[in-house]
T-cell receptor, first 113, second 111 residues
Framework: GAVVSQHPSWVICKSGTSVKIECRSL??????MFWYRQFPKQSLMLMAT?????????EQGVEKDKFLINHASLTLSTLTVTSAHPEDSSFYIC?????????FGNGTRLTVT | KQEVTQIPAALSVPEGENLVLNCSFT??????LQWFRQDPGKGLTSLLL?????REQTSGRLNASLDKSSGRSTLYIAASQPGDSATYLC??????????FGKGTRLHILP
């Protein structure tokens, strides 16, 4: 089946720095990818829809200037957490779709100290 | 706005028992419904995908049903095993392509 690769799988950064997370569809092209955030013992919450070649669509309450999304090609979307704070510590997961269905990356555990 | 609810939030059962996890959704105009498994600190593993035109899907010891009219889906696990311990997430995909997740059921199978 299709594979979505997410990198890095975990990252620790200092407060105030920026972190970039990559989401790649390895063997298919994805015009649309979704980014989710999951806090401990909570479900996945949709943050934004990443559209290839155009601006991302953010869900209500998600700061677009803080969570920068770039979908530069049909196989790559990136999420940059800018000026990270401890409250941004979370598990971030991306998903992409091919003709058969949706596939999810293995997630990125972000810890901001 | 689609909302997905899962009951119970947590469940512990002895090994070998059959069990049912419940999922309800508020907007019946879904494109499909999917069940996932998530192990602690890990990503998602897709278990079963039910298209809106289908009523159930089966894979091994797992059976998922879908009743769009009542806004409900169930995941049936037969002959549970300790390795089934995980969080099970139900997700409804709307026709705008968004996937809305429930909060999950944390399942613990007692050896």
């Amino acid at each position: 089946g299709a594979v979505v690769s997410q990198h890095p799988s975990w990252v620790i950064c200092k407060s105030g720095t920026s972190v970039k997370i990559e989401c790649r569809s390895l063997d298919f092209q994805a015009t649309t990818m979704f980014w989710y955030r999951q806090f401990p013992k909570q479900s996945l919450m949709l943050m934004a829809t990443s559209n290839e070649g155009s601006k991302a669509t953010y869900e209500q309450g998600v700061e677009k200037d803080k969570f920068l999304i770039n979908h530069a090609s049909l196989t790559l979307s990136t999420l940059t957490v800018t000026s990270a704070h401890p409250e941004d510590s979370s598990f971030y997961i991306c998903s992409a779709r091919d003709m058969a269905g949706w596939y999810f990356g293995n997630g990125t555990r972000l810890t901001v100290t | 706005k689609q909302e997905v609810t899962q009951i119970p939030a947590a469940l512990s059962v002895p090994e070998g028992e059959n069990l049912v996890l419940n999922c309800s959704f508020t907007d019946s105009a879904i494109y499909n419904l999917q069940w996932f498994r998530q192990d602690p600190g890990k990503g998602l593993t897709s278990l079963l995908l039910i298209q809106s035109s289908q009523r159930e899907q089966t894979s091994g010891r797992l059976n998922a049903s879908l009743d769009k009219s009542s806004g409900r889906s169930t995941l049936y696990i037969a002959a549970s095993q300790p390795g089934d311990s995980a969080t099970y997430l139900c997700a409804a995909q709307n026709r705008d392509d968004k996937i809305i997740f429930g909060k999950g059921t944390r399942l613990h199978i007692l050896p």
